[in-house]
């Protein structure tokens, strides 16, 4: 069983910056794609930021690209989403998801292990 388990919201004006982290359980974390989605009250489950097993290939929703990093630690089982000049429209639940069948993309029945979320509000 993966367990994932996010951390790192908080409220932040905007212009501010966060660091999420996301630690996943697991032997074969490095073979895992992973990725960041977030839910604003009222509105749907959306992708932000994703990466592949080795790293070397990242994507991001239009929205946050130049603003949004996403990286990982594969020795530390760990993905995090540096997120910066942030901004109300950023305000939404942030979930971790760990895709174990190395489909990656964009999609959520893409990904099969998720965290229970983490809030991040952005005051204006």
């Known amino acids: 069983q993966v367990q994932v388990v996010e951390s790192g919201g908080g409220l932040v004006q905007a212009g501010g910056s966060l660091r999420l982290s996301c630690v996943v359980s697991?032997?074969?974390?490095?073979?895992?794609?992973m990725a960041w989605f977030r839910q604003a009250p009222g509105k749907e489950r959306e992708f932000v930021a994703g990466?592949?097993?080795?790293?070397?290939?990242?994507s991001y929703v239009d929205s946050v690209k130049g603003r949004f990093t996403i990286s990982r630690d594969n020795a530390k089982n760990t993905v995090f989403l540096q997120m910066n000049s942030l901004k109300p429209e950023d305000t939404a639940v942030y979930y971790c998801a760990a895709d174990t069948q190395r489909i990656g993309g964009t999609r959520i029945r893409n990904y099969d292990y998720w965290g229970q979320g983490t809030q991040v509000t952005v005051s204006s």
């Open positions: 697991g032997r074969t974390f490095s073979t895992y794609a």
């Open positions: 990466i592949r097993y080795s790293g070397g290939s990242t």
